[in-house]
């Protein structure tokens, strides 16, 4: 039995089996049968790749990324709306999605470029990584601010490398798409008639209802129980952290004056200018063959156009023209422009270096090409600043510079002995000689002290901070100035007690009754209004009258909401007003009609003004057809995506 089966496993097909295993080991290693994976994406993109080998290209959005793009969006979104934010609604799964489609879409493109083979070389990644203010220092690139960058990031060279090379690809391929975009004379006529509409309105400013009777107390906590949200203390934190600000670190604030010295000679072409010659020649041409009669002929025919040059009132650049051997200079008079010490080394340049007076023109000088007869056709002077003169200037830069270099170096090894134990921030700040302080419990959207800054709180509230309770990467919160810190309390959500909160329950409420009832009465007058009768009776009888607004454009000072009704209503027909309702308020809504609708009228446009339009209309099209490419992308790709890790 046992030879039977060593037989058998000893074939082709045993052969066969096992390679398909190793190879299966080799790309997915052993441990893949022993340990499941734990996916930790926000959303994964799968799709076809430019060349079919083991399937199609595959990339994630991880959490933490997500996170980070969620925080930027809660702090613009709370600069535009200002006192009118609201963290909790902005909370909700929707806004959430409408980040991460934004963070997909990108990813898409940039899939969508590395399939198509749009790539970068390292020359043009290292040139834009270059340009990048962050990574500045004083308007110059610094590789030391680069370093703490990454640090921050929690990114290597390598990654962040790929990050900007499919941002460029990315870049590329929407801006190719919105160069596209076109809009003909026609096009830019119709817009400017639907722009130019006018429309005369009719309104009826509705009052509002009467205050509702006084709610009971089973009726306020009803509402409280049904919009616990509105009710909820959020949650806080409170954090340790050390400060590294470049401003306040000490550095030397004498420098020897060897050391200005050196560096006045090290940049000494910041603050001496050498002369500029510029150069004309005439070429007598010698081949490379040629033998001693020949040379000399050259030499004597060079030798008399030199004396034709220095002849009173002779004219180098027509001499050039007629004489000169160099095609790439006869044509101009033989002029070569500009050239500095260096550029010509040997006797050509010996030769014009040792002129002094433009119009000067030397003997024969013998080069490889042949002999040449050369000219100093202009000679700017140059300019010296003494180092006496510029003492002040290179000491304040070197003193600034060493400011920049002590805290890059402080930051570094911060960051660096973190590294190495990234659960406690106290070890770090001591071996550094930093002072660790504490902040007073914080919320997501509010603080003081060092948690008023949004950037410091968006690092608290981060997952590998608020929860897996690491020491966060160096947050940048100004020019040479970092904060790193430590999330060491947690006050999670609550429902704040509702006695505590009585009135502002109350005060919803007959908010909510009365948006609602002035809701109710708008949409009842409505369709009494469609079903034919009079604006005048209708608003006699809310004692209110009709307020005429002729001539109305989408430019109107008027309320958005109103404009917006106001030429969504379609245009009144067989001498039936158009009709619809807007809200005002939270307890205000008017009542609409469209009477008229008047065209508008192209008038005298001059062809620079009809240029300017048809481009903004272009532009606005080539917007327009990028998202569609975006959206037709999306569609040759799997996208999955992880709302309960959103």
């Known amino acids: 039995m046992l030879q039977r089966i060593r037989d058998k496993s000893s074939g082709w097909m045993a052969f066969t089996i096992l390679g398909l295993v190793i190879i299966t080991m080799a790309f997915f290693g052993v441990e893949s049968y022993f340990s499941p994976k734990i996916e930790t994406y926000s959303a994964k993109i799968e799709g076809p790749a430019k060349f079919w080998i083991w399937g199609k290209q595959v990339r994630e959005i991880p959490q933490d990324q997500f996170q980070r793009r969620f925080e930027q969006a809660r702090q613009a979104e709370r600069e535009r709306q200002g006192e009118q934010f609201d963290s909790a609604r902005f909370e909700s799964i929707d806004s959430k999605r409408e980040v991460l489609d934004r963070m997909i879409d990108e990813e898409v493109m940039a899939m969508a470029a590395e399939r198509d083979g749009i790539t970068f070389g390292e020359a043009e990644i290292a040139a834009e990584l270059k340009q990048m203010p962050e990574f500045q220092v004083n308007g110059q690139y610094s590789p030391d601010q680069y370093r703490l960058g990454l640090a921050a990031r929690g990114m290597t060279h390598g990654q962040f490398i790929a990050t900007v090379a499919a941002d460029m690809a990315r870049r590329t391929v929407s801006g190719e798409i919105a160069g596209t975009g076109l809009a003909t004379e026609s096009e ?367 430019q109107a000072q008027l309320p958005p909401a109103l404009i917006e009704e106001a030429f969504r209503l379609s245009a009144p027909e067989d001498a039936q007003a158009s009709v619809g309702m807007v809200r005002l308020g939270a307890d205000r809504h008017a009542l609409l009609r469209v009477t008229a609708v008047r065209e508008g009228e192209l008038g005298e446009l001059d062809d620079a003004t009809r240029d300017a339009l048809r481009q903004q209309l272009a532009q606005a099209r080539a917007v327009v057809e990028a998202e569609a490419y975006v959206q037709a992308l999306r569609r040759q790709y799997t996208i999955t995506v992880a709302e309960d890790r959103l």
């Open 188 to 554: 830019m006529e119709a817009y400017l008639t639907l722009a130019r509409q006018q429309r005369d309105l009719e309104l009826i400013d509705l009052p509002t209802p009467a205050a509702p009777e006084a709610p009971t107390d089973e009726e306020l906590k009803a509402w409280y129980d049904s919009h616990g949200d509105r009710y909820t203390r959020p949650e806080q934190v409170a954090i340790e952290y050390v400060e590294v600000d470049g401003a306040t670190l000490d550095v030397p604030t004498v420098v020897d004056e060897q050391t200005l010295r050196q560096r006045y000679d090290e940049q000494r072409s910041r603050y001496v200018t050498e002369p500029v010659r510029s150069a004309a020649h005439i070429l007598v041409k010698v081949a490379a063959d040629a033998d001693d009669a020949e040379v000399e002929a050259a030499r004597e025919r060079a030798e008399a156009l030199a004396a034709q040059a220095r002849e009173e009132g002779a004219d180098f650049a027509a001499l050039a023209r007629e004489n000169s051997d160099d095609i790439g200079s006869s044509a101009s008079g033989g002029m070569l422009g500009p050239i500095e010490a260096g550029v010509l080394e040997g006797p050509f340049q010996d030769a014009l270096f040792a002129l002094t007076e433009v119009g000067q023109v030397t003997d024969p000088v013998r080069t490889p090409e042949g002999w040449h007869v050369i000219q100093l056709a202009d000679l700017s002077a140059g300019s010296e600043r003494t180092f006496d003169e510029v003492r002040a200037e290179i000491e304040a830069e070197y003193l600034s510079t060493e400011r920049d270099r002590v805290y890059s170096d402080l930051g570094n090894r911060l960051v660096e002995r973190i590294y190495r134990d990234p659960t406690a921030l106290a070890p770090a700040a001591e071996e550094v000689g930093l002072e660790v302080r504490r902040s007073a419990l914080f919320t997501r959207d509010a603080g003081e002290g060092i948690a008023a800054l949004e950037e410091v709180r968006a690092a608290a509230f981060a997952d590998a901070q608020r929860v897996d309770r690491q020491v966060s990467d160096a947050v940048e919160i100004g020019p040479n100035h970092l904060v790193v810190l430590h999330v060491v309390e947690v006050e999670p959500a609550a429902l704040i007690p509702f006695e505590e909160v009585r009135e502002r329950v109350r005060a919803d409420l007959v908010a909510d009754s009365l948006s609602k009832a002035s809701e109710a009465q708008a949409k009842a007058l409505l369709e009494r209004a469609r079903a034919g009768e009079s604006f005048a009776d209708l608003a006699a009888e809310v004692g209110r009258t009709v307020a005429e607004l002729p001539g109305i454009t989408r």
